[in-house]
């Protein structure tokens, strides 16, 4: 079990926690005051979630399939017709090359999904970075953008780092507070806050949006939310 208050792993005959020193029967009791928003939640269990990714790894391997199909059908159609004098069998082998490049890109989605793990870890450092995109928008017309990038740096329990990082978007980055503990869980590649008191809004694990705290299920996905 965790502890209720500082999100350590416990032994469950442990009377105080190691780390905060807070005894374990207060805890509980305090959880339970906290109407539910404390602790990670068991909810990741339900079928919902499994289905979810289920989905998603049958969407993009069809997408993938598409686009691949599309591009070798592209690059053969330009090549007879010898656009930017291209011609087959060469332009044939260029969209099979990229028509594979697609398909090896879900795969490695794919299998990224099934080969993650669900692990603990610590909100570590918070940053704003100021940075330049560039634009292209034909006819020579270049254009530099200057934007912020929000970045939330989480230490698993093991001490690898992770961030987590968003573009003109400060949701996520007030969102997590530093010291907080969190659960990255296998196969959504998402987080979960363990203490949600005091917040009014939760990020559905599954699809990502940001929902009411007061709601059981995400309105876009109907996932349940994680609370």
Request: hydrophobic letters at 35%.
């Amino acid at each position: 079990m965790y502890c209720s208050n500082c999100g350590t792993q416990i032994s469950e005959s442990a009377r105080f926690c190691p780390a905060c020193g807070s005894e374990i029967s207060q805890l509980h009791e305090s959880a339970l005051q906290s109407a539910g928003l404390r602790g990670f939640s068991p909810r990741i269990d339900d079928p919902a979630f499994a289905k979810y990714v289920k989905n998603s790894n049958r969407w993009a391997a069809l997408f993938s399939i598409f686009l691949a199909v599309a591009a070798v059908v592209g690059f053969y159609i330009a090549g007879e017709m010898g656009l930017e004098d291209m011609s087959n069998p060469q332009s044939l082998y260029i969209g099979f090359g990229i028509g594979g490049m697609f398909l090896v890109i879900a795969m490695f989605q794919i299998l990224g999904r099934k080969r993650g793990k669900t692990w603990d870890g610590t909100v570590e450092d918070k940053k704003i970075k100021k940075k330049t995109r560039r634009h292209n928008y034909g006819d020579d017309n270049v254009q530099d953008e200057d934007y912020l990038e929000y970045s939330v740096v989480i230490r698993s329990d093991r001490g690898k780092r992770y961030t987590v990082k968003s573009q003109d978007s400060d949701v996520l980055y007030n969102y997590y507070q530093i010291g907080d503990r969190v659960r990255h869980h296998a196969g959504l590649n998402s987080y979960e806050k363990y203490d949600k008191t005091g917040d009014r809004f939760i990020p559905c694990n599954a699809c990502g949006t940001l929902c009411d705290i007061n709601e059981d299920v995400c309105f876009r996905c109907k996932c349940p939310l994680l609370k």
